[in-house]
Nanobody, 121 residues
Framework: VQLQASGGGLVQAGGSLRLSCAAS????????MGWIRQAPGKGREFVAA????????DYADSVKGRFTISRENTKNTVYLQMNSLKPEDTAVYYC???????????????WGQGTLVTVSS
């Protein structure tokens, strides 16, 4: 299983970024997908998840109303649209996959390599 995240970079506060994660080596349409982030010096934090079956989504309170997770099964890709970015959103963002749905980082069996998002004030 390979998960390749991309789209990170440096952005000013209030700006937007769109992260992508291309998956291979798994039946993507049957996996729940999530985004987890890790800020410098901190532990991993759940950001968003999308259920493969219902299409339902969940978000951390800190990103609700600003971030949107979506998936495109024909492209084996999950996205994270991030708007109104804040300096506290600065972190390495990881995409992750699992057959069971959960909102904890420890729930996920498969992880990508991460992409760095830096938000300047």
């Amino acid at each position: 299983v390979q998960l390749q995240a991309s789209g990170g970079g440096l952005v000013q506060a209030g700006g937007s970024l769109r992260l992508s994660c291309a998956a291979s080596g798994l039946t993507f349409s049957r996996y729940h997908m999530g985004w987890i982030r890790q800020a410098p010096g901190k532990g991993r934090e759940f950001v968003a998840a999308i259920n493969w079956s219902s299409g339902s989504t969940d978000y951390a309170d800190s990103v609700k109303g600003r971030f949107t997770i979506s998936r495109e099964n024909t492209k084996n890709t999950v996205y994270l649209q991030m708007n109104s970015l804040k300096p506290e959103d600065t972190a390495v963002y990881y995409c992750a996959a699992d057959r069971s749905y959960g909102l904890q980082p420890g729930n996920y069996d498969y992880w990508g390599q991460g992409t760095l998002v830096t938000v300047s004030s």
